[in-house]
Structures are given as C-alpha cells and as structure tokens.
C-alpha cells in the first residue's frame, strides 16, 4: 500500500549483481519536503537503492511508485526526462564536468532542458550566491577545493527546481566542518524549494540533518522511526 | 604482570641511510618504475600491456621496414645467378657445354609466369639454380606456387597450356620469391638455334651481374618514402608510451604521500615507460618472427618474400633497440614537464603556458632549408646528400608534430556558442588541446607526407611512365609466332586456332619483312607488310582495295617503290647474295596515306594483299595478329594465350596497354602501397586505443552525466565534435606542409610544380575515413560506458 501523500514510494526491491543480493526486498517511501537519510554500512545496498530509486538502475523485481506512476513502466528516455526535470543529484565525487568552468557545471541542467546559455547561466548564478560560490565561476572544477565543488555540485542539483534530491554521500570526501556546511546549505536550500532530499550516507553526524532514518542491511531497509 | 616486549626499530633509527647519487637515485626510482609496471596489480598490468603492444606493433614494423633493403637485394641476387645475361654476343657454336633456351614467359590472369624452354646441346650443358638437373623433352620442372596453381581448379586454363609432365619443383635459390610462378622446360626441336627460334646460347647462368644504380630521382622517392612511412611509426610509438598516463599519475600519487619528491615520482615514471617499452622490444621482436615466419604465405601486389630474406642487418637492430627505450624515457619525462603530482592521489595540470608559434615553425623551415642546396638536382646526373634529405623532410614532417598542439589551441580558444554538445567538446579541447593534437598527428604526418609524395609521383611521373600510342578501342592483345610458324601458313594456322578461341571478337593477321634495291644492299630499305585488304586498310587510308593490289605509302622509302622496280626481300639476312627472292614493284602500286595502326605506329613502305606476294618471299616473313576481344567473357585472354600456345612453342602474347612504366618506377609505386597499407592501419589501431583509453578515464564521469538526464546522443555528439575539430585542423595543416613538402621535393626533382588536387582530396579522404572508422568503432564502448551502472564502485 502507497503511504498516503507519498512522492515517492518504494516496495520489495530485488537487485542482484551476479550472486551478490545488493537488495532484497528493500522498501521506501518519502514525502514532498521530506529529508530522509539512508543508513547502512558500506556494502548493505544503501547505494543501490538510491539507484534504483533514481532510475538509474532497473530493479529485478519489485516497483518503484513517483507521483503515482510506475519507473519500471517508463522507456529509458522517459526515465531520462524525469531525472531531467524532476530530480536533482550530489555524488561524492567525479560528477562535475572538468573541462566546463563552475557556472557552465551549474548551468548544465537546464541547458539539458533546452534553456539558452546565457538565461541559463544567469540562473546558475544566482544558485551560487546563494550557495556562497559565486566568486568561483570561471573556474574548473580542478582549480577548486573539494567543499566548494560539493557546493557547485548542490547548486547544480537544485537549478532546475527539482521535487527530489539524490545525495550520495554528499559528504564523503571532505572533513568535518566543510562536510556540515555543505550539510546546512543542501538542507536549508531542499527546504525553501520544498524539494525531498534522498541522503545515502554511513555517518550519524550527517543523518542528523533528516527528518528520518532508514537503515540498510543486507539489501533490506528498516525505518528507523517506526523501530524507535 | 606481563611485560610487553619493545616495538621493533625501524631501520633508520639504528643506521642512518647514505643518500644515494645522481646515477644511484635513478636506478632506483627505475627499478622501482619497473617494478610497479610489472606488479601493480591489474591495472598496472593494463597499462604496460597496452603500451608494449603499441611499442611492439611500431617495432615490429620498424623491423620488417629495416629488413625490406635485405629482402630486395636477395630477390635481385637470386634474379641475376639465374640471368642468361651474357658479356657480348650470344655463343656462336654448339658445344658439349652449351644450352639453347627460350624466353616462354605468360601471363596468367594479371600475374606473371617465368617460362625458359632448355634445350640442352651436350651432357656439360649448364643448369639453372634450383634444379638438380635439366628437365627432359616434354618434361617440366616448376616453382611450388605454380605447382599448387596448376593441381587446383583455378589453374586448370593454364594447366591446358602448359601441357607437360610435371617432374619436380625449383628449389628457393632459383626464385625470387615464395609465390613466384615460374617453371623450366626441357625441349629437343630439331635444327633449333639463336637463329631459328632460340632466344639464345649460352654456356652458363649469372654470368652478368647488374647492379644498375637508380637515377636521382627514383633514390630521393625511395628516401623521402621510407621517411613518410617510418616518421608515423615513431609518432605511433610516442603516442603508444603515453597510453593510460592518467591512471599512471594517480598511482603515483600515492608515491608522493609515502614521500617521494617531485623528482623521484618523475624518475619512477620513466621507470614504467622504459620497462613498458622494453616488454614492447620483446613483443615487436616476436611479432617480427611471427610475421617473417608468414611471409612466405603473404601476398601484398603480387610481391612474395622468402622468409630467409627477410634479416635485418644488426646495426639497424640495435638502433631500434637502443633508441625505442630511451625515446620511451625522454617522452614520458617530456609529457611531465606541466604535470605537478600531488599526494592523496589528486593530479593537477599545471595552467599549461601560451603554446609559442616561433620555434614551432623553425623545425620545417630548417627542414627547407637543408633541401634548398639541393634545388635542381634531380635534372641529369645530379646526385642527392640522403643524410639531408632525410633530415630535412623529418624536420619538416616533425613540425607538423609541433605546429599541431598550437594551431588547435590557437583555434579552439576562439571557439565558442553553439549546442550543448559542441560546448562540451570545445571546453574539452580548451582544457586538454594537446591530447586532442597527440591523437591527430600520426595521421597528420601520415597525410602530409602521402600528400608529398603523391605530388612527387605525379610529378616525374611523365619521365617513367610513357603512353605507349596503343589503341585499345582497336586491338586489346597481340600474337606472335615465331620460328617455323613465321611463314605465312604458320600464321593462317595460328589465326584459324584465334578465331576459334572463346571470346575472340576480330582477328587481324599480318606479317612484315624488308627489301632493298640491291641483293647485298643494306642501304635504301624499305618495309613490306603483308595481309589482308582489312589488315592493311588499319595501317592506311586505302583508295580502293582487293587481293593482288599494292600501295606505296609515303615516305623516305618512295624512290624504291616506283613501278617496275626490282627489289630484293631480306638481303642482310640471306646466307648468300643470290638467296634473296627478288620481286618487281608492279605498275599497278597505288599512293596511300599512312595512319596510326592499332599499336600507334605509323607503317611506311610497301603495303602488299597476300595475292601479290611471291611464293618465295614468304619465308622472309614474321608474322603478328592483332586480336580484338569481348572483354565481357571470363578469362578471354587466358582463352587467347592458350590458343596461342597450341599453334607452337615460340609463339608470344601481349596484351596492349596504353602507358609503359619504368620497372624501377613500379617497384617503388608498389612498396609505397605495401608501406601504406601497414602504416595506415597502424595509425588506425593507435587512434582506436587512445580513444579508449580516453574514454574509459572518463567512465565515471559519463555515468554521472547519463545518471542526470544527459542524452546519450548529446555525449555522442561531444565525442564526435571533439575528434573532428582536431583532425579537421590536422588535415589542413597536413595539407598546407605536404604541399609544400611537395613542391621542395619537385623542386630537387627538377620539375614543374603543380598540385595535383585529386591526389591532395584523396590522402586526405583517406586520413578522414581512417578516424570516421575509429570514431565509429569506439561508438559501442563509448554507448557501454554511459550506462547509468558505471557510478557503481563495489
């Protein structure tokens, strides 16, 4: 049963990797403007399931409910537009494009969507400043440090105005105080746009930030709410 | 209460270590280069691989490029022991040492078959190299090529011709190669000599050994093309020691976080590269033999080589041996110079400084100015300095190598707008203009120097290739009996069996001999020729014709021709002044005017109908049919020469061709094909690795833009932009220095300078169609590493 209100819902999900399980019947659900942190140690599926979750990766069994419809029933290309328009993604790392300068990174999206390069820029812009990158616009991703990149990639992830955000340990590759700035300023800018925020992470200090856990264990999710 | 035993000491505490010196700090940071290039696991492995088949590819060419001089001089050598060539005239008299032979080459669809008919006069009579003993009558000996040929279907037509009995196969001393076809037979014609039928007598073989020197021009095509060939090689090889240096940098990140400088990292790098091309030396070596124990079996233009031939000469290993190594070391520390490795695996390029244009564009003016000293000296007997030559046209051909990285940085900066894909590919290209230009410059060199030579050829080509005035629309082949068939009812006979040949369209017969005014004249000749009113309407434009006319047709011999003359057929040849028939020019000879016959040669003399020829002036005659063919039926010209060769042993066959090349000229021609071929496709395996190679570096990142939203098309698109620019540059500079490259060339080769556009298109064609190839056989790759999965790591 679809929990009442739920933008995105989750239900039994099998995923194997050769004889590897990385789901096994994994379920999931997150509301509109709902933080939700995904748990588990590293090798339980948490990063799975967000794939999945996503559509990136197809499950082999089991359905993925976004605003009432069916990722499984989509083509490619419709998942494609979905991730286009309606989600926003923070990898850990190795997802900014190195040769484009921060803005044009930031601007990427929506020109993805077929906006003109300058509207589109202007708009990045504005996602920087408020992410207090702006003064690093025509640089490369290699000129700058890991928690301004990570800022680059959140202002990225939130241009085109997306419903939901995949963060994939946001946070990994960066020590503790840049890690919860950027912590602060994904979850104050998810929560003005009202968008849901799906947060992979293994580190407490981060799911602190959500407004509730799942864990990941061995390819099943418990949620850590309905535990307590 | 346990007591806890003292850590163990770490070495330094107990002994200071001695710094090492320069020599010691480098064989270190080698060995240890070495030692990650052979164990560092699987990606270290990857990454040597792919290096040492890129460096064992050019080696193995460089090795086969380095024994072709050797193969070449075996084929000649064998060419000229089993010559018949003799100093001075053919030997007079019979003798118990002496051999009567007979050219009876064929030709055997577009391949040549080497035929001597031997006829031996006494038991001392010599025997070609490769035989044990000369074949009997009716008995033949052949290579092992043609032996295969003639027991297979294919060969059955020339099995019909060459009727014999098969009794053994010449060993490789008497040929010049694997895939010759070639073949000895014996033969005992009564009354044969040097004067009746007999090519000629001689009593031994290689007696003359020519080494005839190539002119001027033919030495600097060779040189120019052994640089063109080789200098892609070498830019093959640079490129194959940069393979996979991105993950090479990352592993050596982790040097530095256990200590290393900058300087020993450095070092370190070289370590792998060399111990990458020295695995390449031993692949290149193995892939050599492999390829020299094959070559008997490859065909490239109907050349074959032994593979005995086939040895390098030690200096020239050991060049390549030296050099590939210490090339290896001397580009990956080049390729360092802006790269800053930093610990905790992060690799930062150092904001490369503005490429400079000056010294770029001394390399090829330099490479000018070695060849201008040599302006004009193709012309006559001039002689060319081969060190200059090859220096100049490898600077000039290196500059392409060092113009390239600036012209695309210069371009690609000014680059901008357009869609998304083309953003990517010019952000890309800003950021890494070299690597793009590293791609593109094997095949720059490649296409310029095509493009010089290309110009080269067509240049002096005039001077070696020589339209023969054939017309073909007339005659596509001619029969020639000779010996006993040259009487005229040899001829009717040998053109009855044409006729009935399949596929033979018009026949037309002819035969010619000479009179003079005096039976011991040799002076005021003049030529008869003899056939049909047909024939002899193809020679001259006739007034009106039937059996028994004769026309006089202008020239210096029209005194002879009046009515009334008496005339004398063959005098010089007559074995006494009274054997030459004599022969009254009627009062009925008519004018005719002369015009080109199928052969382009212009008859002058008498022209007779077979009617009015004396009986007795038939033996004087030689006898030649032009045949005209339908060129639709299979085989028509095997059908021809095996009529041919039914009407009798001597008889020849041509086919016309409407140019005539110089045997030099053509050998050159082919080893440039052959060299090609092996280059281009060498180029074409190095642009497919690094453009996978590039590729999978960028897996991740592919992976993260699929994963939100990026149109697999839009990426595609990228990739194609991003080669195109490159090679679009490459071929015009490719272009604009192989033209000039050309016009040095034609320049020493005195002759005129002018362009051969096609050519230009075609190399060019080429040098784009190789890159369409990689680009879209790196398609399927490229669509695989943009699955979403790709951002998996566990």
């Known amino acids: 049963m679809t929990p009442a209100g739920a933008l995105l819902t989750a239900r039994d999900l099998r995923k194997a990797y050769g004889p590897t399980h990385a789901l096994d019947g994994a379920e999931f659900s997150i509301h509109a403007g709902e933080i939700v942190a995904v748990m588990g140690p590293s090798g339980s ?138 912590m602060e300023l994904l979850t104050e800018a998810a929560r003005s746009t009202n968008a849901a925020v799906v947060l992979v992470t293994h580190e407490t200090r981060v799911a602190a930030y959500s407004d509730r856990e799942i864990v990941v264990r061995d390819g099943r999710s418990r949620d850590m709410e309905r535990a307590i | 209460m346990t007591t806890l035993s003292p850590p163990p000491t770490a070495p330094h505490e107990s002994r200071a270590p001695t710094p090492p ?108 190299p490769g035989l044990n003993a000369l074949p009997k009558p009716g008995e033949m000996v052949v290579s092992p090529a043609l032996r295969d040929l003639l027991t297979s279907s294919d060969g059955e037509l020339l099995a019909r011709r060459l009727d014999y009995d098969v009794v053994g196969t010449i060993a490789d001393d008497g040929l010049v190669g694997p895939g010759e076809l070639a073949y000895y037979v014996g033969a005992d014609i009564p009354g044969a000599s040097p004067e009746n039928g007999a090519d000629g007598r001689i009593d031994s073989f290689g007696e003359v050994r020519t080494d005839r020197p190539m002119g001027p021009v033919l030495v600097l095509l060779v040189v120019v093309m052994f640089v063109v060939l080789l200098m892609p090689v070498g830019v093959f090889i640079a490129a194959a020691v940069r393979f996979g240096g991105d993950r090479r940098d990352r592993r050596l990140a982790a040097l530095r976080l256990v200590g290393a400088d900058g300087q020993m990292v450095r070092r370190t790098a070289a370590g792998e590269a060399f111990a990458g091309a020295l695995i390449g030396l031993l692949i290149g070596a193995g892939l050599f033999l492999a390829a020299r124990q094959l070559a008997g079996q490859v065909r490239l233009d109907y050349v074959t080589v032994f593979s005995h031939d086939l040895d390098p000469s030690l200096l020239l290993v050991l060049l390549v041996a030296v050099t590939v190594p210490a090339s290896a070391v001397a580009v990956t520390l080049f390729a360092l110079r802006g790269v800053v490795i930093e610990p905790l695996g992060v690799v930062r390029t150092a904001k490369p400084s503005r490429r400079r244009l000056w010294w770029r564009l001394l390399l090829p003016v330099a490479g000018v100015g070695l060849l201008y000293p040599m302006f004009g000296q193709g012309d006559g007997n001039g002689d060319f300095n081969q060190w200059m030559v090859t220096c100049g046209v490898v600077l000039i051909l290196i500059g392409i190598t060092a113009l390239l990285p600036w012209l695309v940085e210069a371009c690609v900066n000014r680059l901008g707008g357009g869609g998304l894909s083309w953003q990517l590919a010019v952000r890309r290209l800003q950021l890494s203009s070299g690597t793009a230009a590293r791609m593109v410059n094997g095949i720059a060199v490649a296409v310029a120097g095509a493009i010089a030579l290309q110009m080269l050829f067509a240049g002096v080509e005039d001077d070696y290739v020589e339209p023969t005035g054939v017309d073909r629309s007339q005659a596509q082949m001619v029969v020639s009996p000779r010996g006993d068939s040259s009487a005229t009812e040899g001829l009717a006979e040998t053109d009855s069996r044409l006729r009935a040949a399949d596929g033979v369209r018009r026949t037309m017969p002819h035969a010619s001999t000479w009179v003079s005014a005096k039976p011991t004249s040799e002076d005021s000749e003049a030529q008869v020729t003899v056939g049909s009113c047909a024939v002899l309407g193809l020679m001259a434009k006739l ?252």
Not at chain 2, 98 to 109: A, H, M, N, P, Q
Request: proline share 5%; net charge neutral; with cysteine.
């Open chain 2, 21 to 128: 010196g320069l020599v010691g700090s480098w064989l270190r940071d080698l060995g240890i280069g070495l030692r990650f290039a052979v164990a560092g696991g699987r990606e270290g492995w990857f990454r040597t691989l792919l290096t040492a088949v890129g460096v064992g590819l050019g080696v193995a060419l460089l090795l086969v490029t380095t024994a072709l001089p050797n193969a070449l001089q075996g084929r000649h050598d064998r060419e000229m022991d089993r010559s018949e060539l003799r100093y001075g005239d053919t030997l007079d008299k019979a003798a118990d040492d002496t051999l009567l032979f007979t050219r009876v080459d064929t030709e055997f669809r577009n391949q040549s078959v080497r035929g001597r008919m031997l006829q031996p006069e006494g038991p001392r009579a010599p025997v070609p």
């Open chain 2, 543 to 794: 007034p009106s014709c039937r059996d028994g006319d004769v026309f006089a047709v202008d020239g210096e011999s029209r005194e002879l021709a009046k009515p009334g003359t008496k005339l004398y057929f063959e005098p010089i040849w007559g074995s006494d002044d009274t054997e030459a028939p004599p022969w009254t020019v009627p009062a009925s000879v008519r004018a005719a005017t002369a015009v080109e016959d199928p052969m382009g040669n212009i008859t002058g003399g008498l022209l007779v109908t077979t009617g009015a020829l004396p009986q007795e002036a038939t033996s004087t005659l030689r006898g030649e049919i032009y045949v005209q063919i339908d060129e639709s039926v299979p085989d028509v010209r095997e059908h021809v020469r095996n009529a041919a060769a039914m009407a009798g042993p001597y008889t020849r066959t041509y086919e016309l061709q409407a140019t005539q090349v110089d045997d030099d000229f053509r050998t050159v021609r082919k080893g440039l094909f052959i060299g090609a071929t092996c280059v281009m496709l060498l180029i074409g395996v190095s642009l497919l690795v690094s453009q996978l190679e590039q590729l999978r570096e960028r897996k991740k990142l592919l992976s993260a833009l699929v994963a939100f939203g990026t149109r697999r098309r839009t990426l595609c698109l990228s990739v194609l932009w991003q080669t195109a620019v490159p090679i679009a540059l490459g071929l015009v500079l490719a272009t604009v220095v192989g033209i000039t490259l050309g016009a040095v060339l034609l320049k020493m080769a005195a002759a005129s300078i002018a362009v051969d556009w096609a050519g230009v298109a075609a190399m060019a064609g080429i040098g784009a169609g190789v890159v369409l190839l990689v680009t879209g056989l790196s398609l399927p790759p490229l669509l695989r590493l943009m699955r979403p999965d790709g951002l998996r790591t566990e």
């Open chain 1, 45 to 182: 599926g948490k990063s799975t399931l967000l794939h999945c979750l996503a559509g990136i990766v197809t499950p082999d069994s089991g359905t993925i409910l976004y605003n009432g419809r069916e990722l499984s029933a989509m083509s490619d290309a419709e998942r494609s537009a979905l991730r286009r328009t309606e989600f926003g993604f923070v990898f850990q790392f190795g997802q900014l494009v190195p040769e484009l300068t921060c803005v044009e990174n930031v601007a990427l999206p929506l020109r993805l969507t077929g906006a003109g390069r300058k509207a589109a820029e202007r708009t990045a812009l504005g996602w920087m400043e408020r992410l207090e990158v702006d003064d690093l616009k025509g640089k490369r991703p290699g000129e700058v440090s890991g928690g301004q990149g990570q800022r680059v990639a959140i202002a990225r992830a939130l241009v085109s105005g997306p419903r939901l955000i995949f963060a994939d340990e946001p946070t990994g590759a960066l020590d503790s105080l840049n890690g919860e700035r950027v």
